[in-house]
Structure formats: structure tokens, C-alpha cells
């Protein structure tokens, strides 16, 4: 197979926002908000923009340390949107997910890069980075689905272990219906970008089968960290005002 990568001149790059100006003007004529398409795009294009110039350092520097900088201010950052759908926005909230996705992300990374790939050196920056991204993004979602649906079925009285199971279950979903699909409905990111890179199908699938692992896992893990690390901070937090109020009831 070819192994050249076809260039991407920036009039075709261009082209490319075709559909996206159709979807923008039908969001205005049916008055949908097509000021938020515009800044996510704007956004997208900016940042990944900023984004390539910023791997070419990271990859050229070769450096353990830049790599870890990488890696944790992913972590803070996932953390931080995780956390956004919730309505009760709390400083232990955030240190709670932040614990979650380490947990989840950093042990699946070390697993994947470290005795499945066996880097050398350990830090090999084009590969962490980018698998460190998919993991903590992944994560970083199944966490901010799990956290808003335990706040709601515990604002509806629902029982925490009964809430944990119907958080734990919808934040799995689109992880678990990706699994359904890879194959069959979509052709995975990392997957199309070896193939159109000139690498083996067979080769590019068992690359594919290992992010599907770590992503289920990463997420799986981080959600379930965070689920249990909410049951006992409600606990704690239940304890601490029957402490309060004496002990007795409202």
C-alpha cells in the first residue's frame, strides 16, 4: 500500500465548509442560534490550529516533563467540562472528578503505553499525547453524564445505590453503542487515519481494538470512582448535619 499522505491545499480545505454554511443559514431562517454554530466553529478552526503548532513543539522537544504538563493539564481541563452540566457546582465536586478521571485515565494510559505498546522511551510524546487525549476526553464525557443523571435521580429522592446503577448504566450508553457500531456503521477515527495514511487495514484494526479497550475502561473506571466518591461525600454530608441539627429531624 501507498504510504504517502495526500496534502490538503487550503482552497480544498475551504470546500470543506460547504455543508457547514448550509447548516449554519438553516439554523438562522428557523431561528436556532446560529451565533453558537458560528462560535464553535470559529472555535474549532482556531484551536486546532493552535493545537498543530503546539504538537509540533511537543513532538520536536521529546521531553518527559512537557509531556506530563500535557497529560495533567488535560486532566484539570476534562475536569473542569465534566462538571458543566451539573447544577450544583462545588469545589469538592471538581476535586472529585479530577481524583476520578486519574484513576480511570492515568492507569489505562500506562497499561496501553507501557506494557501493550511497551514505549521506549516510556514518554514517545506522539504517542502519549494523543492517546492520553482520547482517554481523558472519553472519560471526561462518561463522567459528565454519570454526574448529571446521579443529581437527578438523587434531586428526586431516589435511593444513592439505585441512582449509582441508573447513572452508571446511561453514562455507558454511548460508549457501549460505539462498540455496537465500529465496523458495521463507522469506520473509528484513529482507524481511517492509518488507513488513509498508507498502513494495513489489519494492522490499523488491531490499533483500533486497543483504543476501543481503553476508552471502555478509562470510562467505565472514572465514572464508577466518581459514583462511589459521591455516595460517601452525601454521606458525609448527611452526617455532618445530623451533627449540626442535634440529630433530629427536620
Known amino acids: 500500500m501507498s504510504t504517502s499522505v ?11 465548509f460547504i455543508p457547514v454554511a448550509v447548516v449554519i443559514v438553516i439554523l438562522y431562517r428557523w431561528s436556532l442560534g446560529s451565533r453558537t454554530a458560528i462560535y464553535s466553529v470559529v ?47 462545588q469545589r469538592r465536586l471538581y476535586f472529585m472528578v479530577v481524583a476520578s478521571l486519574a484513576v480511570g485515565g492515568f492507569s489505562t494510559l500506562l497499561l496501553i503505553t507501557q506494557i501493550v505498546l511497551t514505549l521506549d522511551p516510556w514518554f514517545l510524546p506522539h504517542y502519549m499525547v494523543p492517546i492520553g487525549g482520547m482517554i481523558f476526553a472519553n472519560a471526561m464525557n462518561t463522567v459528565s453524564l454519570a454526574a448529571e443523571r446521579f443529581e437527578a435521580e438523587r434531586d428526586n429522592g431516589v435511593a444513592y445505590v439505585e441512582a449509582r446503577r441508573i447513572a452508571l448504566q446511561a453514562a455507558m450508553i454511548p460508549v457501549i453503542n460505539s462498540f455496537f457500531a465500529v465496523g ?32 471502555f475502561g478509562s470510562s467505565g473506571i472514572a465514572a464508577a470512582c466518581y459514583l462511589m466518591l459521591a455516595g460517601r461525600g452525601a454521606a458525609l454530608s448527611a452526617a455532618q448535619a445530623d451533627k449540626n441539627g442535634g440529630g433530629v429531624p427536620d
Open 184 to 215: 458495521l456503521v463507522s469506520l473509528p477515527g484513529m482507524m481511517t487515519g492509518q488507513i488513509l495514511s498508507g498502513v494495513s487495514p489489519l494492522i490499523a484494526a488491531r490499533y483500533q481494538i486497543v483504543v476501543m479497550c481503553m476508552v
Open 6 to 16: 495526500q496534502i490538503i491545499p487550503a482552497t480544498s480545505l475551504m470546500l470543506a
Open 43 to 89: 472555535r474549532m478552526l482556531v484551536q486546532l490550529l493552535l493545537i498543530g503548532y503546539v504538537l509540533v513543539f511537543i513532538f520536536d522537544s521529546n521531553r518527559a516533563d512537557i509531556v506530563i504538563m500535557v497529560l495533567a493539564v488535560m486532566l484539570f481541563a476534562a475536569s473542569w467540562i465534566a462538571i458543566r452540566p451539573v447544577k450544583r457546582k
